[in-house]
């Protein structure tokens, strides 16, 4: 049997390293479906009992797995159920790519059952990427840009396969003109302030005699960074939510949680520091944060987009949380009170 487009589909998620997609049947997708079960031994198929349970655990799959996550639902309804979940994973910044099905090709824009527009419909949520296949040759490179700009952007990108699209024999693109030959692999970069601007960030942390830190998502995997600094300038440690299990809550300097369902420490913690570290938050309460003005701010994320919008921050280090943390702790003075 020749291999079909929905055969390729699962074997180029392979390639990507992905071994497990969370999905549910429906008749726009019956192609794929059908790839997977004949692949079982590659690709496992999560049946969940709604399609927006698949996109929240293709989240999920993504935050605590470090992976991107694959969702996979029907045409029309079925797409448009993702959508809550597919908004979490956007505005977590997690990596996840939504592969949905269409009506057949020769019937779109003929008003058929269950036709939605879905570029229109996923082009908020999915914005960084996507697209539509329409023949056999396209996707390969809708495969790897999918995966790739997820992984690359933190975000969520959108596949639509029509039905007879998913049915037709595979085909790689030909060596002509117009043709896009694409490759798999992706290796993150390492993100890191200049020392200019490490230097001007210590500079402002070490005149500090009341250092409040406050942590976030982005700071999860620089816990003991977050620990040495924090014990380097004598701060305290407020967390916002999705950056609870960055520190426990039982060493001295931690203050909880912040915001509407935060703790008073926290919210002395703000209102009384003359220093903010804000690391990989994008803690969206201002009203929690100090009076802008009457403390000093430095910020670091690892999304430049992010820098100074909750606070007016006097030094914006763009870089990952651990490895910025690790390079500023050299140039911190000890503080003793």
Known sequence: MAQTVGDYVISRLGSWGITRIYGYPGDGINGILGALNRAQDRMRFIQVRHEEMAAFMACAHAKFSGEVGVCLATSGP???????????????HQPVVAIVGQSARMAMGGS???????????????????????????????????????????TVTCIILPNDLQELDAAEPPRAHGAIQSGTGFASPRVIPRDVDLRRAADLLNRGERVAMLVGAGALHAGDEVIEVAQALGAGVAKALLGKAVVPD????????????????????????????????????????????????????????LLSIRYPMDVNLVGDSQETLRLLLPLLQRKTS
């Not at 079925?78 to 977590?92: F, K, S, T, V, W």
């Not at 908020?124 to 495969?143: C, F, K, N, S, W």
């Open 78 to 92: 079925g797409a448009i159920h993702l959508l809550n979940g597919l908004y979490d994973a956007q505005l977590d």
């Open 250 to 305: 039982d060493y001295p300097f931690v203050t909880g949680a912040i915001g509407l369902l935060g703790t008073k420490p926290s919210y002395d913690l703000m209102m009384e520091c003359d220093t903010l570290l804000m690391v990989g938050s994008n803690f969206p309460y201002t009203e929690f944060l100090p009076e802008p003005g009457r403390a000093k701010g430095i910020q670091i994320d690892i999304d430049p987009r």
């Open 112 to 154: 058929f059952q269950q036709e939605v527009d879905l570029l229109s419909l996923f082009k908020d949520v999915a914005h960084e990427y996507v697209q539509m296949g329409t023949t056999p040759e396209q996707v390969r490179h809708l495969i790897d840009r999918a995966v790739r700009i997820a992984r690359a952007e933190r």
